[in-house]
């Protein structure tokens, strides 16, 4: 089995799918001359030719549009952004044309999402605005092995699908790697981080969450990154006896009700952690759809459903993690609802 | 340029007249539900008729969304078509998207729809369709930002596209004077390296002459260009409207002088190839086809719930 880091892994999924499949091409900003930034377009132009993949001119409204004609005239296209703030440069294209008015196109647009960073532009996690709008998937994988599978399924489906990854994976680890040190600990598979992915092929269905730790006192909702920040909280409090079970919903959209109730069933208390803006984020759409469809279940709740998110404010120019949840706050929070 | 052979002239002539015509039928059937909610195309039918006759089936176009009835000389789409369209009924398909036959929908954002058909251009190159993009839009449109992105795109690619600016002097009550510093709009080319043109839209022949030469150029594997083509919206933005904006006489002394359906009319008869008999005839035939598809319309089922399919645009400003 293949050890790989997050881009290898993603990575892997585009040359595989579009070895599948020959409708299926790919541009955006720098993708061949700089590997996507990244790292996770190296090579395609390499197999593929100027054909399948294309660099574009600075310009997020023809990434957009051009996808929606060109799966119009028969092709599968990947639109890439670099960077999630300047996918809303082409928020007509992407909410109201992709997300309303076509919808059903095989269309997938990639975007890397990050906290704090330099600024809002480089830095938004903005998968609130895309789960509003009526057509997209939305996707948020947290690891190596989610991200190939997720991607390759994203490829083959048939409705446009916004996929977001976080800047924490897509980059192998700032120089001194100090941003993510305190989550590399083996077990949490970011940045420069490595896992076993099989070298056979698999896929992952959208809207399956997966409990990637098991626990039986509060029930952890996240996705992307702060499955990490997450799964370190669980660690930490695993030492003081408080055991939590960290649900990565991996697609928000569709949203796997299911296991959410299942696991709020056996611990009793939720908790839904986000990195993006607390006020209008996900995780009110993720409390009322339990509220919802699982009314028994939250009403026999030890505590109310809880939230963790970001403050209310434009995170730029604060390379400072304590604006968004961090392990330290998650097992604060934690601590808090069990009465620990 | 050359002449077009006198059955593509007659042909031009009978489209000019069933858009006019049947425009305003439909205006009186429905007012101002016509397709797309009231806006109307009176005065500007030359540049999507001329540009429709140098299409084939499986070209792309995108009309002004003010000449969407013009449509139906896309081939591949029919009258009974555009005429189903104005009446809430799609027995065929919807003209404004029908990927099939090349449109591919439209938006009320003015300009959006420049970087969509950009991208079905760059699909008929990569899949070597060999097919011709042609894609229309308003001054005003022509000024938002997917126009620019559509245009350095196909520069930078070399994308098998003619843009064309459908200059009809206002932007809803914006006269292009206050919008662009540019007295000939096709000078917006020379900055993204487009061989580029101007034309008197309401001429039917030079407008033809003009689209052939352009369409025939990036058939034969040449890279996007651009044509200006001046006009003149003789109804107003969408019915209702007062219209202040206009000084006093503009409309009239257009009318009187452009309006191209007496223009062509004019200029067939003294080329000697149609008399007075045949105008009046012609005049009855298409009025009779018209009444035809209506009623071909009419006597469908109506299925309840039945609308445009679902992705279709156009359906505001």
């Known amino acids: 089995m293949a050890v790989l880091t997050y881009i290898q892994a993603l990575n892997q999924a585009f040359l595989e799918e579009m070895r599948r499949d020959e409708r299926v091409v790919m541009w955006g900003e720098d993708l061949i001359s700089m590997n996507g930034v990244y790292g996770h377009t190296a090579g395609i132009y390499e197999e593929f030719g100027g054909d399948r993949i294309k660099d574009t001119p600075i310009c997020e409204q023809a990434i957009t549009g051009m996808a929606i004609g060109a799966a119009l005239r028969g092709l599968r296209p990947i639109g890439v952004f670099m960077n999630s703030g300047f996918s809303l440069a082409a928020f007509d294209g992407l909410f109201l044309k992709i997300g309303c008015v076509y919808r059903g196109l095989p269309i997938v647009m990639q975007a890397t999402i990050a906290g704090p960073r330099e600024d809002m532009d480089h830095g938004i996690s903005p998968e609130a605005l895309y789960m509003h709008s009526p057509g997209w998937k939305v996707v948020m994988p947290s690891t190596p092995y989610d991200v190939k599978g997720l991607m390759k399924t994203a490829i083959r489906d048939n409705a446009p699908v916004m996929f977001l990854d976080h800047s924490a994976a897509m980059f192998s680890g ?20 490595k896992q076993e992915v099989p070298d056979e092929e698999y896929l992952i269905p959208f809207g399956q969450a997966d409990i990637k730790r098991e626990g039986s006192d509060l029930t952890l909702v996240t996705f992307s990154f702060m499955v990490h920040h997450g799964l370190a909280a669980a660690n930490t409090l695993a030492k003081e006896g408080i055991s939590i079970e960290v649900v990565d919903l991996r697609t928000i959209v569709p949203l796997d009700v299911e296991t959410m109730v299942r696991s709020a069933d056996k611990t009793g208390r939720v908790l839904i952690v986000h990195e993006a803006m ?8 993720i409390a009322f759809r339990l509220q919802e469809d699982a009314p028994d279940t939250v009403a026999s709740l030890k505590i109310p459903i809880q939230r963790l998110a970001a403050m209310n404010l434009p995170l730029a120019g604060r390379p400072d993690w304590n604006l968004t949840p961090s392990a ?7 601590k808090e609802m069990v009465g620990a | 340029m050359e002449m077009p052979p006198n059955d593509i002239l007659l042909k031009l002539y009978r489209q000019l007249l069933t858009a006019r015509r049947g425009e305003q039928r439909m205006f009186e059937m429905v007012g101002p539900a016509i397709f797309p909610t009231g806006h109307r195309g009176v005065g ?8 429709c006759n140098n299409l084939t089936e499986t070209d792309c176009f995108h009309p002004n969304f003010r000449t969407a009835f ?10 009974i078509d555009v005429i189903g369209m104005n009446l809430g009924r799609f027995p065929r398909l919807h003209p404004f998207f029908a990927p099939q036959y090349g449109t591919l929908g439209s938006s009320g954002t003015l300009g959006e729809p420049a970087v969509i058909y950009v991208g079905a251009a760059l699909a008929n190159a990569i899949q070597k369709t060999g097919d011709v993009t042609v894609f229309v839009q308003g001054d005003g449109a022509s000024n938002r930002a997917p126009t620019h992105e559509a245009m350095v795109v196909a520069a930078a690619w070399q994308l098998p596209i003619v843009f064309v600016i459908q200059n009809n002097q206002y932007g809803m009550g914006t006269s292009v004077h206050k919008a662009y510093n540019i007295e000939d709009l096709s000078l917006r080319g020379a900055g993204y390296g487009f061989p580029h043109d101007r034309v008197d839209g ?20 040449g890279g996007p260009s651009l044509i200006a083509a001046d006009t003149y919206r003789l109804g107003a933005h969408y019915e209702g409207d007062a219209q202040r904006y206009r000084p006093k006489g503009e409309v009239e002394e257009w009318r009187r002088t452009k309006d191209p359906l007496p223009r062509y009319q004019k200029q067939l008869v003294e080329m000697e190839l149609l008399t007075q008999r045949e105008v009046d005839r012609l005049e009855e035939e298409v009025a009779a086809e018209i009444e035809a598809a209506i009623a071909a319309i009419q006597a469908l089922p109506k299925e309840p719930g039945s609308g445009p399919p679902v992705a279709t645009a156009v359906d505001g400003i």
């Open chain 2, 202 to 221: 309401n001429d039917m022949i030079a407008m033809y002459q003009m689209a052939k030469k352009h369409i025939d150029r990036v058939r034969n594997g």
């Open chain 2, 70 to 79: 013009c449509l139906f000389a896309k081939p591949g789409i029919g009258l």
């Open chain 1, 328 to 334: 330290d706050s998650i097992a604060a929070k934690v």
């Open chain 1, 174 to 193: 700032y120089s001194d790697g100090s941003l993510y040190t305190p989550y590399q600990d083996g077990s949490i598979m970011f940045g420069g981080n």
């Open chain 1, 278 to 285: 607390k006020r209008g984020g996900v995780a009110g759409e």
């Open chain 2, 44 to 51: 500007e039918e030359v540049i999507p008729i001329a540009i």
